[in-house]
């Protein structure tokens, strides 16, 4: 993601955060709010892309996340294009650690959607699933 982008797509990936941590929908352990970001996707933009091309762009983005915080390189993204792995490294990482890595996955996924489907395609799928969500500045 280029360097002037990078804070606009952060900035939205907080946003989609906090949505997540607001609606308090914790799923366990293995929880963590940049799956569950990842997994409401994965319905609508499977649609459009198949699941085959989610698990690719969520591949990439965690890859380029992972460049940024090394910690995310042992997540890993099984056959249905879920994310797992996070149970183990929890008791590894502080909180601030867990909410920067997932700013940078969510932000790295939403600048791969913007890139390949465009922003106005990319805000329309965030919508469907986030309808109260602001305009966001990508």
Do not use: Q, Y
């Given at each position: 993601?280029?360097?002037s982008t990078a804070p606009k797509l952060k900035a939205c990936a907080r946003q989609l955060l906090a949505f997540e941590l607001a609606s308090?929908?914790?799923?366990?352990a293995e929880d963590f709010a940049a799956f569950r970001i990842c997994e409401k996707l994965r319905g609508p933009l499977g649609k459009l892309l198949g699941l085959g091309g989610f698990r690719a762009l969520l591949s990439r983005a965690l890859a380029l996340a992972g460049m940024e915080f090394p910690w995310?390189?042992?997540?890993f993204i099984k056959d249905d294009a879920?994310?797992?792995?996070?149970a183990a490294l929890q008791a590894e990482?502080?909180?601030d650690a867990i909410t920067a890595g997932g700013v940078a996955l969510v932000a790295q996924f939403l600048g791969l959607l913007v890139t390949f489907i465009g922003p106005a395609l990319t805000l329309g799928f965030l919508r469907e699933v986030w309808p109260t969500?602001?305009?966001l500045n990508f």
């Open positions: 993601m280029p360097a308090g929908k914790s799923a366990g995310l390189g042992k997540l879920s994310l797992e792995g996070f990482l502080d909180s969500i602001d305009d």
